[in-house]
């Protein structure tokens, strides 16, 4: 579109093969797996083509296939790297059954990175490997002693670059969750959260986001009686976010499972404070000056009164 003479795209899809993405809990697995034995003979052909200096792999956010990179003769880099994480065993009521699917993908992802030599060989020929968080630095320690360097896997558009707004508080507290409304993403312990929150706070908790757990969302608001504290918007497009950023007091979300969240970074460019799980994440996106952290640990036996 903007006719850059100097970028040139290659595609490699595999178009025939997407119904391996529908198989139950590891199809998203074996379609990746699929594409990279693809793109490999499609970036050797390339590479045989053109001379390049340097290369680098931007996976989605897990090490467990390694690169197909790692054996071109060139500077690779390799990530920013996430995943890896599993709940604290405290929060795994949140998760419900769900935490045991976290527990078998967690397993899945070590399994296969055991058993996958790209994955050693990556890590070794990498001359940079970038991290999103301290969980994913861990795991390459395990292949390799190479120095990781820090790089968030997500960040934010020119169009967020705003003037810091003054919020007055003289109304009602308007809370805000944002995201899919799906197990990993903890809005049912954001909803009893609020609960908690004493009678003489006047609030408004507005969720925005749709998913498969929206409906369970909606009878834990009727069962606590929260019917007029609390709007679903439903999914909303950029345009229409931005006055719901702009009306918004703080950002209530406690994900248990998320090692880089783009939520919170977005509520914190229009300048709401973050109020989270010090976990994962959003333990080294959400610093004292920017929010308030909840610590995860097995003594703290009430997370809902202990975020309100």
């Known amino acids: 579109e903007n006719n850059i003479p100097e970028l040139h795209f290659y595609f490699s899809g595999i178009a025939e093969l997407k119904s391996t993405k529908n198989i139950p809990l590891v199809g998203e697995y074996i379609h990746y797996y699929l594409w990279l034995i693809k793109a490999r003979k499609k970036i050797k ?4 083509e053109n001379v390049f200096t340097h290369a680098h792999h931007v996976t989605f956010s897990s090490i467990k296939f390694g690169t197909p990179l790692y054996n071109l003769h060139m500077k690779v880099v390799l990530g920013p790297l996430g995943g890896g ?3 604290d065993g405290s929060l795994k009521k949140y998760l419900g059954r769900n935490y045991y699917f976290e527990l078998f993908k ?3 992802g070590d399994f296969l990175s055991y058993i996958n030599p790209t994955v050693r060989s990556s890590i070794k020929r990498a001359d940079c490997i970038l991290v999103s968080n301290d969980i994913a630095a861990a ?16 960040g934010l558009s020119d169009n ?6 003054v919020r007055s508080l003289s109304g009602i507290l308007n809370i805000l969750w944002i995201g899919g409304i799906v197990p ?4 049912n312990l954001a909803i009893e959260a609020v609960a908690h929150l004493p009678a003489y706070v006047n609030f408004h908790f507005h969720i925005v986001g749709d998913g498969p757990l929206k409906s369970d969302a909606e009878a834990l608001v009727r069962l606590l009686n929260l019917q007029d504290k609390v709007t679903f918007t439903g999914k909303l497009s950029y345009d229409l976010l931005e006055p719901v ?6 950002l209530l979300f406690p994900s248990l499972i998320d090692s880089c969240p783009m939520q919170v970074f977005e509520s914190m460019a229009y300048g709401l404070p973050v109020v989270t799980l010090n976990h994962q994440g959003m333990k080294e996106q959400v610093t004292v000056h920017t929010g308030v952290k909840v610590e995860v640990n097995s003594h703290q036996k009430d997370y809902p009164k202990a975020l309100a």
């Open 45 to 48: 052909q390339v590479a045989g």
């Open 85 to 87: 994480a599993l709940p």
């Open 106 to 108: 967690y397993m899945m």
């Open 139 to 154: 795991i390459i320690k395990k292949y390799s002693t190479i120095q990781v360097c820090k790089m968030f896997d997500a």
């Open 160 to 165: 967020f670059e705003m003037p810091f707004k």
């Open 184 to 187: 990993r993403k903890g809005l």
């Open 245 to 250: 950023f702009e009306k918004s007091h703080l």
